[in-house]
């Protein structure tokens, strides 16, 4: 599993590689300082599983960095981290389509489970910021909805969505994409909640009929 982490201050840098080893065995932290560094390991390695960006960096402002990494990584997840807590930084990054913000207040294990979130396909925003504007809770669920029409995966979720298919266990899945066995244990359950199913006959099943089984 690649994460890229986007920081400019290096000891959160350092803090957020540590952060990390615990959401699999074979978890590789890549560190960009800004913008410009994050592009060129952008371009190394397009088969990220997910990107933690700075809402404030010194070369570009979070926002805009995270529209072009949206276009660059289309199927990537891009959590957005903050120092900020106020509603607008939150409700800008979700519509510039972040897969989730999270604030650097939170403890480790709340930074984690929110991450999770995330690679299980689901969108993480703080509960208790978003409970002073209940009222928009509808426009946030149409938002996210509407962009989940069509299910979109990350290159490795496709790579084990085809192996899963053809009945592959999770111990075959990882000796053939050579991954530890628990992170193909955290893509299958992506695959379950991005597909809405509960099992593999579901996931199949559901893949075929939306024509993502290739021959």
Known sequence: MKILS??????????????????????????????????????????????????????????????????????????????????????????????????KSYSNELMISAIRVVLAGGTYIPPTLLQPQATNQRMFDAQFSSHRLTPTFTKRQKEVLALLIKGKSNKVISRELSMAVNTVGIHISAIFRILKVNNRTQAAFKASQLGLVSD
Not at 7 to 25: G, N, W, Y
Not at 32 to 38: G, H, L, M, T
Not at 54 to 71: C, F, R, V, Y
Not at 80 to 100: P, T, V
């Open 6 to 103: 986007i920081e400019d201050h290096e000891l959160i840098r350092e803090a957020l590689q540590l952060k990390l080893t615990v959401l699999a065995d074979d978890v590789e932290v890549l560190s960009a300082a800004n913008y410009r560094q994050a592009e060129i390991l952008v371009e190394q390695y397009p088969d990220l599983d997910l990107v933690l960006l700075d809402i404030s960096l010194p070369d570009i402002n979070g926002l805009t960095a995270l529209k072009k990494l949206a276009q660059k990584l289309p199927t990537t997840p891009i959590v957005m981290l903050s120092a900020s807590e106020s509603h607008q930084d939150i409700n800008r990054a979700l519509k510039d389509l972040a897969q989730g913000y999270i604030p």
